[in-house]
């Protein structure tokens, strides 16, 4: 990871983006979207579907 991504996470907060960092350490992308962080009290959707898909996998394998 490069310092300038190690400085920004330093700024977003659990459920943050990119948008919670100072404006000199934002980039050009959708700031709702760049750089997010998971929030321990929500359910992470991403890592379910990742789930999901290995399971598919394994399955299709195992036939």
């Known amino acids: 990871m490069t310092d300038l991504?190690?400085?920004r996470i330093k700024?977003?907060?659990e459920g943050g983006s990119?948008?919670?960092c100072p404006v000199?350490?934002?980039?050009?992308?959708d700031l709702k979207r760049?750089?997010?962080?998971l929030d321990s009290k929500k359910k992470a959707i991403q890592l379910?579907?990742?789930?999901?898909?290995?399971?598919?996998?394994?399955l299709?394998?195992?036939e």
């Open 11 to 13: 700024y977003i907060p």
């Open 24 to 29: 000199e350490l934002q980039n050009n992308s």
């Open 34 to 37: 760049a750089m997010r962080r």
């Open 18 to 20: 990119m948008k919670d």
């Open 60 to 62: 299709k394998i195992e």
């Open 48 to 58: 379910y579907i990742i789930i999901v898909i290995i399971i598919i996998i394994q």
């Open 5 to 7: 991504n190690l400085k």
